[in-house]
């Protein structure tokens, strides 16, 4: 029924609505008896009717939500709490460049061709350079902290960045090796370096031989044997678990959590994804965060002091985690 649904309006402050919008539109247009209505209301408007829609309407709304699916679907992980994480952006870049190359070659597109070409690369619009994927997004997959937040991801590990990396394998060395060195520094730095710990002379006991007659000749044998020290190699060891863990996808990551990484040096692991991942790769989050605190400073709590206010933004913004803890407290009671 018609009368049973409002049509979505675009709006300036959110992601995605005019696709939205649209997409709304076009199922709607699909039936028959639907677009007769909406044509007969567009119509019907008084002083100034709308044309009705026409057959090749529907098929330019259709592939231009075709089109920019790939794009909305972006733009949805990047600002999903689930997946802002610097380390998702390179995979979803590489994943949205794929698709618009496959529309690029879908010959039923007829219409959309010219939005494909522009979402791809440059072109010019009202006299001024309009940057598509290429231009505003290619150098990304050359930069080494984000290779490096793709690396340290548990779901992509350093298997997704030997793919993007695949026309340039010393950039996927120089990650890997990056790797390992971050790893390593934080080992020692914790720890402290035991492969040098091990390899520095000890302070021996005082021999037997100071001890006894300087006529037993036999006080050498009483002397400790010296014993080659098997010095460990830190860089080799990690070297190995980077490559055993980053040789797979992680598929069945849906929530990051410690158990995703190496038990060896487990935490050291959690560290460095947390250097490379904290970076959001949108602003999603932060505008989220003005929602909460339109929430809580309503007309009525104008009263709260600044304190009060920023604790409880804080709580709100943090309220899965308190939750988390409380179902973790209710089982072990």
């Known amino acids: 029924m018609l009368s049973a649904k409002k049509l979505k309006v675009p709006g300036a402050t959110r992601w995605n609505s005019s696709y939205d919008s649209y997409k709304m539109l076009s199922g709607l247009l699909q039936d028959l008896d639907t677009r007769k209505k909406i044509n007969d209301l567009c119509t019907s408007m008084r002083p100034n009717p709308i044309p009705a829609f026409v057959d090749e309407d529907n098929e330019v709304i259709a592939e231009y939500v075709k089109v920019m699916a790939p794009v909305a679907n972006a733009l949805d992980k990047m600002q999903s709490d689930q997946h802002a994480y610097m380390g998702n952006f390179l995979p979803n870049l590489m994943v949205l460049q794929r698709d618009l190359n496959l529309l690029r070659d879908d010959n039923s597109i007829k219409h959309a061709k010219p939005l494909v070409t522009y979402l791809l ?54 990650v890997r090796d990056k790797m390992v060195s971050d790893l390593v520094a934080q080992i020692r730095s914790k720890e402290g370096d035991v492969a040098s710990a091990s390899s520095q002379p000890t302070s021996r006991p005082q021999s037997v031989a100071s001890h006894t007659s300087e006529h037993d000749e036999f006080a050498f044998l009483l002397e400790d044997e010296e014993e080659p020290v098997v010095v460990a190699n830190l860089e080799e060891e990690v070297g190995k678990e980077v490559n055993t ?89």
């Open 121 to 174: 690369g440059t072109q010019e619009h009202h006299g001024r350079d309009k940057k598509g994927f290429t231009e505003r997004f290619q150098h990304m997959f050359e930069d080494q902290e984000k290779l490096l937040a793709t690396a340290f991801h548990p779901r992509f590990r350093l298997k997704m960045v030997k793919y993007i990396c695949r026309t340039n394998p010393d950039l996927y060395n120089l």
């Open 245 to 333: 863990w980053g040789a797979i996808l992680g598929t069945s990551i849906m929530k990051i959590s410690p158990a995703n990484f190496p038990k060896e040096h487990r935490q050291h692991w959690v560290n460095c994804f947390i250097k490379y991942n904290t970076p959001l790769p949108s602003s999603a989050s932060a505008e989220r965060l003005f929602s909460f605190g339109s929430d809580i400073l309503r007309p009525k709590r104008a009263s709260l002091t600044n304190l009060n206010f920023e604790n409880l933004t804080f709580m709100k913004g943090n309220l899965k985690l308190v939750k988390r803890e409380r179902e973790k407290a209710d089982k072990l009671e």
